[in-house]
């Protein structure tokens, strides 16, 4: 991966902004349980305590990570439609003659079918490829190849 801001797919932005709310609401749950450091207590209410504090701390990471990556991903701006690189969607046709359409994602943020990674090995075969261009990439069935047939379309078939 490169140290350059990459761009996301609409999906995994929805997912992201969806998960950072969520984050938020358990942060601010988990803050509003926290004693104010006057109260004392038994060693299980310091035990309780440090666990929370800790789960703040999980929780803070994960919303800094979040919030870098969308800010990241609005820096980077639309993705190219000449050459497929991450955030690129492509049309792909199998050697079977299907067609499909996935985005090129850097890294598999949500769980959607329509997203291959980078480092995968169709999504590295495909990477600075343009339409027309055919690509080999090895699978668990042995060697394939596919061709780029477009880029910039809506995955899975969505527009």
């Given at each position: 991966?490169?140290?350059?801001p990459?761009?996301?797919?609409?999906v995994?932005?929805?997912?992201l902004?969806?998960?950072?709310?969520?984050?938020?609401?358990e942060?601010?749950?988990?803050?509003?349980?926290?004693r104010d450091?006057d109260?004392?207590?038994d060693r299980?209410?310091?035990?309780?305590?440090l666990?929370?504090v800790?789960?703040?701390?999980?929780?803070?990471?994960?919303i800094?990570?979040i919030t870098?990556?969308?800010?990241q991903?609005a820096?980077?701006?639309?993705?190219?439609?000449d050459v497929?690189g991450?955030?690129?969607?492509?049309t792909?046709?199998?050697?079977?003659?299907?067609?499909?359409?996935f985005q090129?994602?850097?890294?598999?943020?949500?769980?959607?079918p329509t997203?291959?990674?980078?480092d995968?090995?169709?999504?590295?075969?495909l990477?600075g490829?343009?339409?027309?261009d055919?690509?080999?990439?090895?699978a668990?069935?042995?060697?394939l190849?596919?061709?780029v047939v477009?880029?910039?379309?809506a995955p899975g078939?969505?527009?």
């Amino acid at each position: 991966m490169t140290s350059e801001p990459e761009p996301i797919s609409e999906v995994a932005r929805q997912a992201l902004e969806k998960e950072l709310a969520e984050v938020r609401a358990e942060r601010a749950s988990v803050a509003a349980t926290l004693r104010d450091g006057d109260t004392t207590g038994d060693r299980a209410d310091e035990a309780d305590e440090l666990q929370r504090v800790d789960a703040l701390d999980r929780l803070d990471a994960r919303i800094s990570q979040i919030t870098t990556r969308l800010r990241q991903a609005a820096e980077a701006g639309r993705p190219s439609t000449d050459v497929v690189g991450v955030g690129s969607t492509v049309t792909v046709r199998f050697q079977d003659g299907t067609e499909d359409t996935f985005q090129i994602g850097a890294t598999a943020e949500v769980l959607d079918p329509t997203l291959i990674t980078a480092d995968s090995p169709l999504g590295h075969a495909l990477l600075g490829h343009r339409a027309g261009d055919s690509v080999s990439y090895r699978a668990p069935e042995g060697r394939l190849t596919a061709m780029v047939v477009s880029l910039g379309g809506a995955p899975g078939g969505q527009g």
